[in-house]
């Protein structure tokens, strides 16, 4: 089986390739300089222990005000964060990439945050300017809003409240949509759905590959605990399973189910090793997941210092479909292609 390749890998693309900076020794230095500069005073004050108060206090303000120098303010650079899976990274990239044509100016990335609370801290903290959020997720898991009745969670439906939530919660404008969804999407193994005829979820719960015991589950860590995710599904469908559900990091579900240690993954629609590894995801024909529409957040404060943001995020609305962002992620996962090359050349097909 072809396996996406080790994390260490991709991210030493961004720490070292793309950022150029090693964070642990500018903080080393950042501490080493303030060491320094104590002892220094330190010294000059025994030697000047008579002199004017007046003298010293003006040299410990010049002091401090050369160290402050050396730190630059959070705006003077735009950051850019991305979840800890491919499809993050990539759109993490999209938008940075974007941002620095637009701008002319380079862009950090703090990408393999853990998870959606990981990056809403990121956001609100302003460690982060922005990073691309699926409106489905954010109205659940970020901003605990109740899944809206059927019939109700149509694409703007969502993407008002959301964009209502955040300005008033978080002064947070989401922007544009990029152009597709990934929703939630229930995967097996191809040759089980050819076998036992499975087309939808609801076929999933008449049968399975081991009657008496059910379906051997996988998950990723949000999934067990949203109110989008596993006991909503469960309710909604009367899936049945066998025992408890294995639950892992993201990158490990399609490796688990091709090794046949689980038979059914919560996994996302718009994932490479799905088409990759002949997989099929099952059809949500009771329409229980909300639109989970990729959509860029970005502080309003970061907005008015770099109008540039704006400008890069209407470029994007609307560009990027699901086949193409699934043919990235497939280019990343299964082809172990850098991440910033395969987003150039996905930006130069567009004229971007």
Sequence with gaps: ?????????????????????????????????????????????????????????????????????????????????AKNFTEQVVLGELLAQEIEAVTGEPVARRFYLAGSYLCQQALVSGRIDGYVEYTGTALTAILKQPLPPVG??????????????????????????LGFED?????????D???????????????????????????????????????????????KFAGDPRTMD???????LSSGQVDLVAGNSTDGPIRALG?????????????????????????????????AMNRLAGKVSADEVRGMNYAVDSEHKDVGDVVREFRKGKGL
């Design 279 to 311: 997989f099929v995801a099952l059809e949500d024909d009771k329409h229980y997941f909300p639109p989970y529409e990729a959509v860029p957040l970005v502080r309003e404060d970061s907005l008015r210092r770099h109008p540039g943001i704006q400008v």
């Design 1 to 81: 089986m072809t396996v996406p390749p080790p994390r260490q890998k991709v991210c030493k693309v961004f720490e070292r390739e793309t950022l150029g900076l090693d964070f642990g020794r500018m903080a080393g230095a950042k501490r080493n300089t303030r060491d320094l500069f104590g002892a220094t005073v330190c010294q000059l004050a025994g030697i000047i222990g008579r002199w004017n108060r007046r003298f010293l206090a003006t040299v410990l303000l010049g002091g401090l005000a050369w160290l402050s120098a050396c730190a630059p303010p959070r705006s003077s650079r735009i950051t850019i964060g």
């Design 193 to 239: 759905a050819r076998r036992l005829g499975l087309k939808s979820i609801s076929d999933a719960v008449k049968i399975s590959p081991d009657p008496e015991k059910g379906w051997r589950l996988g998950v990723g860590y949000e999934f067990q605990s949203r109110p989008d995710g596993l006991r909503g599904l469960e309710t909604t469908y009367g899936l």
């Design 250 to 256: 993201l990158g490990l579900l399609y490796r688990a």
């Design 152 to 177: 109700q969670r149509d694409e703007s439906t969502v993407f008002a409240r959301v964009s209502e939530l955040y300005a008033s919660r978080y002064r947070v404008k989401v922007g544009a949509g």
């Design 183 to 191: 929703t939630f999407a229930m995967v097996v193994r191809g040759d």
